[in-house]
């Protein structure tokens, strides 16, 4: 072992151990690492005036150089052990500018990035500064979190227009509703575009305000977009009822499958039953949409289903019979594929997570404001800032069926 190099764990022993000696608790104002923190900071503030000087304190090189240090001020920053006061070195012309704490700097970037997490898990400015208040016994108003989070609304925008895969065997297009504060209080629909990528992950691609009013001009922009980031191909779009949209996809991807949102149609059928029936009625819609022959395999399903449960809800029944032209083609393709458009967790799990954060908030006085909050619950999913996940842990066959189904069209990637 290089014993030039420091041995941390003895190192931390020997600390703890003059701290119980001394007296001195672990943290809080007074504790162990808050003067440890103090300390490598101080250190690092002297290095810098150093290097500013060009000489070391108290060394004789230095004496009539035209500039000096001139004792220090006292200054607290918050940290993400809380408040820390420090001690910072000045000089004569006041021309020292320090980086490791900037002028007027009062918090490091590390308090930073936990407002910004709390912030995606749904916590409001107000959760947030009793957070801190409890937890570290620091004062963090509501104006400096909302300034806070303010920063991401750069990094949305490089979010927003980077560069995408070439191909995308599946896209689902969704739609998050949102209170927005426009003179009065309304109802308006966030749209997010989830691709699932050639290595098996899923990627949130966008995300669009809406009025509700949209239609073809408006997909139309939207999927140029996305074409014009790089995506060339898509094998497979998925959506629901949304205006103009099918022929939008058309246009700016020919080859591209519309398909009818499997995931809505469960999401709606489910929202005329009692939820004490959602599990068994879940097992007996199951056998319809994994049906192996195909369209007369799932009718006969379906008339079993119909038949069980028609009586107590025949409006589930109605809707099943309504969307049944649209639903059916979905049952042409491999059970891979279906498996892999039929996989709602990883939708259900970003939209719930969407709705706990718009839903801590009540409403937002703009657009804006209500995209910042869906991108900060984006960006907590992938510390890689592109909102991606693992779609699913056995990708490979379904890969296979894409690439043979979609011939020549897709190109894996990733393992």
Not at 212 to 221: I, R, T, V, Y
Not at 300 to 306: G, H
Not at 335 to 353: D, G, H, P, Q, W
Request: with cysteine; hydrophobic share 40%.
């Amino acid at each position: 072992m290089d014993q030039s190099k420091i041995d941390h764990q003895k190192l931390a022993q020997q600390l703890l151990a003059q701290a119980e000696a001394e007296g001195i608790e672990l943290v809080g104002p007074n504790g162990l690492l808050n003067q440890l923190t103090a300390n490598v900071l101080e250190t690092a503030l002297e290095a810098e005036m150093d290097a500013h000087l060009g000489y070391e304190k108290h060394q004789f090189t230095g004496r009539n150089g035209g500039n000096s240090r001139n004792g220090r001020r006292s200054k607290t920053v918050l940290t993400e052990i809380g408040p820390v006061e420090i001690q910072v070195p000045r000089d004569t012309d006041a021309s020292f500018d320090p980086q490791i704490v900037k002028k007027r700097q009062r918090r490091l970037t590390g308090v930073d990035e936990i407002v910004l997490s709390l912030s995606a898990k749904g916590l409001t400015t107000g959760e947030i500064a009793a957070h801190f208040d409890d937890v570290y016994g620091a004062s963090v108003s509501r104006e400096t979190i909302s300034k806070i989070t303010d920063k991401v609304i750069a990094e949305m925008t490089d979010w927003s227009v980077r560069p995408l895969d070439p191909v995308y065997p599946v896209v689902f297009i969704d739609a998050i509703h949102v209170k927005i504060r426009d003179g009065q209080v309304a109802n308006r629909p966030v749209y997010v575009a989830i691709g699932v990528t050639t290595a098996g992950e899923r990627e949130i691609l966008g995300l669009w305000a809406g009025d509700g009013g949209e239609g073809a001009k408006f997909w139309l922009a939207v999927l140029t977009e996305i074409r014009n980031r790089g995506v060339a191909d898509v094998c497979m779009a998925v959506c629901d009822g949304l205006k103009g949209l099918p022929e939008a996809i058309t246009t700016v991807w020919p080859l591209a499958v519309v398909q009818t949102c499997l995931i809505h149609l469960l999401r709606n059928t489910f929202r005329y039953a009692s939820r004490q029936y959602w599990d068994e009625m879940s097992r007996d819609l199951r056998p319809i949409y994994t049906a192996v022959n195909n369209e007369s395999a799932a009718r006969e399903c379906f008339i079993e289903f119909a038949a069980k449960w028609g009586t107590k809800y025949p409006a589930i029944v109605r809707l099943w019979e309504n969307a049944w032209s649209e639903f059916v083609p979905f049952l042409d393709y491999d059970a891979e594929i279906r498996r892999v458009i039929c996989s709602t967790n990883a939708i259900e799990s970003l939209n719930a997570r969407y709705r706990r954060a718009v839903r801590a908030r009540g409403h937002f006085p703009s657009d804006q404001a209500a995209l910042k909050c869906l991108y900060l619950a984006t960006r907590a999913l992938d510390p890689t800032g592109q909102g991606r996940a693992r779609w699913v842990t056995r990708w490979k066959p379904a890969l296979n069926a894409f690439a043979i189904t979609f011939e020549g069209r897709i190109t894996p990637t990733g393992n």
